[in-house]
Every structure is written in C-alpha cells, then in structure tokens.
C-alpha cells in the first residue's frame, strides 16, 4: 500500500466525517424550524378558539370587546414581528395573549350562567389545552436550540461549523416560558 494511496483514504474518510457532521447539523436546524412551525400552528389555533369562546360569551360579558380588540391587535403585531424576522418582539406579543388567556378564568367565575353554559365551558378547556400545547410546543423549541447549540460548540462540530458558517452557524432566539406559568396549566382545572 502507497503513501498516495493512504494519502487518499485519509482524505475521503475527512470528506466522509465531514459529510457526516454537516448533515446531522443540518437535520437539527431543521428539527428547530419544524418545533417552531409547531409553535405557529397552536398559536394560530389559540387564536381561533378565542374567537370562538369570544362570541360565545357575547351576551355574558363586556370585557370580551376589549379582549377580543387586544388579542387581535397582539396576534397582527406578532405576525408583523415574523414577518420583518423580529422573533423577540413575536414572542413578546404571544406571550402576552398567553396572559390574557390566563385572566379568562377569573372572568368566568364572575358570571355563573355563563359557567353553566357548556359550549363555554368547552372553549374554557381547550383554551387550556391550546395553552398546555403552547407551552409543550416551546419547550420542545427550546429543548431542540438547546441540542443543536450544544452539538455545534463540540470540538469536531465546531470546525466543521467554521467552514460553512452561513448555513451551520444559526443564532435561534429562545421561547420564553415562565416556571410559574408551566405551574399555573399543570393546576388549572374546570370548576363546573
């Protein structure tokens, strides 16, 4: 065996392991686009269920014309944010529909034919699964940043990452979800 030839074994097994880290790289910037479309897709349920729980409640309540004004006005501001690529600001706005998904609750105890009402009650609970979802739907985002950051700043990882920045080199901007919030869902439930 020549010293080309080995010359040329190394070179193809560097091309391999190259290859090889490159694509698990890929696959993981794609497991955090995936988790985030994810995120898009409760939050776009959120949205309908409030406005299904909102016209149901129509009769009950007048704080449901303010809600429906803010939730409107934060989902247009999010998707404004998403669309000029402002993940901050995005989150920023869906967390804050998240709190007033929150304070429906307490607006339900305040009126007890509307507790009664069980298209209500119903909307009631999947707004809290639409929440719990979210919630599960951004730690899975945040779990899968996580991983992939961590696997691009490994010794190995980290020189292929070098060489093909623009494609491997991704700054994601965390989800953030309180721990009193996670507690809060966990403990939520239907007072009939």
Do not use: C, H
């Amino acid at each position: 065996m020549g010293l080309l030839t080995i010359i040329i074994i190394l070179i193809v097994l560097a091309f391999i392991w190259f290859v090889a880290i490159y694509n698990k790289l890929i696959q993981m910037i794609e497991a955090v686009n995936n988790n985030d479309k994810q995120i898009d897709i409760q939050l776009d349920r959120r949205f309908k269920v409030f406005e299904s729980l909102i016209n149901v409640v129509k009769n009950y309540m007048d704080y449901e014309k303010s809600t429906l004004k803010d939730v409107v006005a934060l989902r247009n501001q999010a998707q404004q944010a998403q669309a000029s690529g402002n993940p901050q600001q995005r989150m920023d706005a869906e967390n804050a529909i998240s709190k007033i998904a929150s304070n429906i609750n307490l607006v339900f105890e305040q009126y007890p034919d509307l507790k009664a009402n069980q298209n209500a009650l119903q909307l009631q609970e999947e707004i809290v699964n639409t929440e719990n979802k979210l919630a599960y739907a951004k730690q899975a985002f945040n779990d899968s940043i996580e991983r992939y950051n961590a696997t691009k700043k490994s010794f190995f990882q980290s020189m292929v990452v070098s060489m093909a920045p623009a494609k491997l080199d991704k700054n994601f901007v965390y989800w953030n979800l309180p721990a009193e919030k996670i507690a809060e869902q966990e403990a939520y439930t239907v007072k009939l």
